[in-house]
């Protein structure tokens, strides 16, 4: 007897705007399934490695494509791992990731447009199959398990799970297509999935660089006797391949493969590294943020993979956190082919890796901004915030880092720190800077009056990483960065005017104010630091300011 249940209600509302929404780019569903299939195999070596019994299964990985015209149904179908009766309700029957709840928002206030770019950058990736059936099976056998499941659901926000009939490992992830997605005179065809010449066509597009075959079979097309099988996607290691043969298109196509973007990259990086450590890297810089970029539990890393054979996903060991926008693949020739992820952890050649892979990385973005300043803005804008943590935690490139960053400033265009040490006046010692939330609010600060008369230029710093890690590196080239909020601020040729303060004095204003703030201020003086406006609020000596106060209490500290 099938068992009737529930999607979790979130996983109830994805599916939903699934259903509802009008997609851009509705081919994505196609390669969602293709890219479950070939984790499904990838997880199924992984495991084997630590379990030889399954080794056996491990091998011959493939997929297959099935169209059955008459039935209506397109039939994506794997050799993987498999799921069971508890793999099925977690997996297929719940989201479980932060940040479902904001993508929901957004996907409710994009514009149709921008849907499909937003189930890329998710990925929610199974639940893709609703954008084009209205009914959808699975059947399924978890490698080394004994019962096979069928997993069944219309999108209405319950499935059924019921015993199944699959008798080899893995999955098969049947659509029964929406009308208007067959083929058929009388329907206002969007487009037809279940034609051989056009799955193909989406195959060699999305999915090309899968390391597994994909076959597309129609059923109702008689086998010729001596027809060879032939895959339809190429399964090329691109990086493999001398940089000068691979067109603009393949490196494209190939960054939209592994990164689920459907726009360009930015920037790509190509490394053959030689000597100690023997390596070669495909990198990219994506032109625009993933969802995840802050999230906790966020993806990142690399692909990883030895010898041409692959290892695993989002390898955070070989790019450090505050260049998790990278997207790429790594190819060791050195590592052993059976490391596992705690090994990679500890592993001396990881390292080396790691920190030629950084220097790379740093030296393309000089490069971008001597010669690209325009691409090199966009890339600010989109992940100068993640870059700067580097300034924090990675002490040896602290100098080089430091040098990429463009800052607003008081009075002109966006610097980086070399130009502000060309730039500043004879006689200004020290980096002037102001930090607070809004560029707006630090920009009409009071405070700058004073630097403004005297000609210095104050950076303003609005993320909130900017006062940490001012508060780390505390100097550049020798000169201090010094806060224009602080207290008992001596700017260079600060003279007094001595008069004014006197008469300020006698006037016994300052004790009016302070009776009249009582203990909402510490104290209150008379200053120089001000030009136009009669007061401002200064912070004490050593202590945090407002801004970070507020970040340690959003970290919970
Ligand atoms: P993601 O692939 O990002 O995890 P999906 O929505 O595409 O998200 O898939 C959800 C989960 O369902 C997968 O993580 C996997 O555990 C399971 N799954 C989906 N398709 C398959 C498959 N063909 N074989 C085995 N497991 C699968
Ligand atoms: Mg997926």
């Known amino acids: 007897m099938a068992e009737k249940m529930e999607f979790q209600s979130e996983a109830k509302q994805v599916l939903e705007l699934m259903i509802n929404s009008v997609y851009s780019n509705p081919d994505i569903f196609v390669r969602e399934l293709i890219s479950n299939a070939s984790d499904a195999i990838d997880k199924l070596r992984i495991e084997s490695l630590s379990h030889p019994e399954l080794a056996e299964y491990a091998k011959n990985g493939r997929i297959d494509i099935t169209i059955d015209k ?9 050799n993987g791992i498999g799921m069971d009766r508890d793999d099925l309700v977690s997996y297929l029957g719940t989201i479980a990731r932060s940040g479902t709840g904001e993508f929901i928002r957004a996907m409710q206030e994009a514009k149709n447009g921008a849907n499909s770019d937003l189930i890329g950058q998710f990925g929610v990736g199974f639940y893709s199959s609703f954008i084009a059936a209205d009914r959808v099976t699975v059947e399924t056998l978890k490698a080394g398990g004994s019962e096979s499941w069928k997993w069944e659901s219309t999108g209405d926000g319950t499935y059924t799970i019921d015993g199944g009939s699959r008798a ?43 390391t597994y075959p994909i076959y597309l079979t129609d059923v109702e097309k008689e086998k010729k006797e001596d027809e060879k099988e032939e895959p339809v996607n190429s399964m090329k290691a691109l990086w493999t391949r001398p940089q000068k043969d691979i067109s603009d298109d393949e490196f494209n196509d190939f960054y939209r493969h592994i990164s689920h973007d459907w726009e360009n990259p930015l920037e790509r990086i190509y ?35 030895i010898r041409r054979v692959f290892i695993m996903n989002d390898c955070k060991d070989l790019i450090p956190e505050y260049m998790r926008f990278i997207k790429g693949v790594v190819d060791s020739e050195d590592l052993s082919l059976n490391v596992s992820r705690e090994m990679l952890q500890q592993d001396r050649q990881t390292a080396q890796i790691k920190n030629s892979l950084v220097k790379k990385i740093l030296d393309t ?37 430091m040098k990429l960053c463009l800052f607003d400033v008081s009075e002109g265009d966006k610097t980086t720190l070399e130009d ?14 102001l930090a607070g939330s809004s560029l707006k609010n630090l920009k009409n600060s009071p405070k700058l009056e004073a630097f403004k008369k005297k000609g210095i230029k104050v950076l303003l710093l609005g993320d909130p990483v900017d006062e940490i ?55 209150v003086k008379v200053s120089d630091r001000l030009v136009d406006s009669p007061v401002c609020f200064v912070q ?18």
Do not use: C
């Not at 008459?70 to 794997?78: E, N, Q």
């Not at 032109?287 to 890393?301: E, N």
């Not at 700017?491 to 300052?510: A, C, F, N, T």
């Open 70 to 78: 008459k039935a209506g149904t397109l039939t994506i179908s794997d």
């Open 365 to 401: 973005l000089h490069k971008m901004r001597k010669d690209q300043p325009d691409s090199y803005n966009k890339f600010w804008q989109t992940f100068g915030v993640v870059l700067k943590e580097g300034i924090i935690s990675d002490l040896r490139h602290r100098e080089d880092i």
């Open 420 to 433: 502000y040490l060309i730039n500043m006046p004879a006689g200004q010692d020290k980096i002037y800077y």
């Open 540 to 557: 004490k000596g050593e202590e945090i300011s407002p801004q970070m106060r507020n970040l340690f209490r959003s970290m919970g500290q």
């Open 271 to 305: 490394y053959k590294a030689e000597g100690t450590s023997e390596f070669r890297a495909l990198l990219f810089i994506p032109s625009r943020p993933p969802m995840d970029l802050f999230y906790q539990d966020g993806k990142h890393g690399v692909q990883l993979y």
């Open 168 to 210: 080899g490992h893995g999955s098969s992830i049947t659509l029964h297509m929406k009308k208007e997605e067959q083929s058929g005179d009388d329907h206002d065809i969007t487009k037809d999935y279940l034609s051989e010449w056009t799955l193909r066509g989406i195959i060699k597009e999305y999915s090309d660089f899968v």
């Open 469 to 523: 890690w001012v508060n780390h590196a505390r100097k550049f080239d020798k000169y201090d960065f010094v806060s224009a909020a602080a207290e008992n601020l001596m700017l260079p040729e600060g003279e007094k005017e001595e008069k004014k303060d006197s008469e300020i004095e006698k006037s016994g204003l300052v004790k009016k104010l302070k009776d009249a703030l009582g203990s909402l201020v510490e104290d």
